[in-house]
Each structure stands twice: as C-alpha cells, then as structure tokens.
C-alpha cells in the first residue's frame, strides 16, 4: 500500500463511486441497471480499469502494467463521462427528470479522469529508493 499515490487513490474512489452509482436511481425510480441497455455494462466496466491501477501499483514489482493502465485510467473515465453525458441529454423512455445516482456518475468519471492524469504524471513512488546515479566526468571536447 506505501507504493500506492494520490493519483491511484483518487482514481479507485472514482471507480468505486461509478460501480455504486449503478445501482443509485437515475430516472424516477429506475437504476442504471433497469433504465440503460448497453451503457450500463460498458460503465461498470470502465469502472474497473481504475480499481485496475489501483491493485497493479499496489502489488507489481514491474512498473509496466500500472504505466499502462495509468495511460488508460483517463481514457477509461473520459468515455465514462461521456456515454454518462449523453444519456443524461438523451433520457430513455422519455424519463422524467435525473436523480443523484446519474450525477454522481458523472462526477465519479470525472474523478477517475483526474486520478488517473495525476497517476501519469507523477513518476515517483513512494517508498521506492531511485538507483544510484554514478558521477561521471565531462567528455573532452
């Protein structure tokens, strides 16, 4: 867990709070599971890759699994935001009004977006000495 940054915190938070929204009520009555098609499994599994980076930077040795899933975590929660965004314009069954369960999916996305730009960006871990830079002398000109 002493590996794990901020940005991999946020980003499993977001990916967990998108998982719950799923099953918040969206449209009157109905949660996304009974009110969306396709979209809701699709959610659900953008969801995942967060909780993805999150478990791979906390338990791989490598750096390369948790660097690629750290370039696909704001993708992930980017096409999340916007399939979440265009059912929230283009309401099923001519729904009436949204509920929390449709924003906290949205702001969820976000989350995920933003965790996982800060997981790019920072490439130290905590934790983790850097190795030993030997000092060498200038080439001669």
């Known amino acids: 867990m002493g590996r794990l ?27 996304a599971w009974q009110g969306l098609a ?7 599994l953008l969801a995942l890759v967060p909780l993805a980076l999150f478990a791979a930077q906390a338990t791989r040795p490598s750096p390369a699994v948790p660097v690629a899933l750290s370039v696909l975590t704001p993708l992930a929660g980017a096409l999340a ?11 099923p069954d001519a729904a009436q009004g949204l509920h929390r369960g449709a924003w906290l999916a949205l702001a969820a996305a976000l989350v995920v977006v933003v965790g996982g730009w800060r997981s790019m960006r920072v490439e130290r871990v905590p934790g983790v000495s850097l190795p030993p830079v030997e000092a060498l002398p200038a080439p001669p000109p």
């Open 5 to 31: 940054r901020d940005g991999e915190w946020l980003a499993a938070g977001g990916g967990v709070a998108l998982l719950a929204s799923l099953f918040l009520d969206w449209y009157g009555g109905r949660t």
């Open 38 to 44: 396709v979209i809701d499994v699709l959610l659900a």
């Open 81 to 91: 935001a916007v399939l979440i965004a265009v059912r929230m314009i283009d309401r």
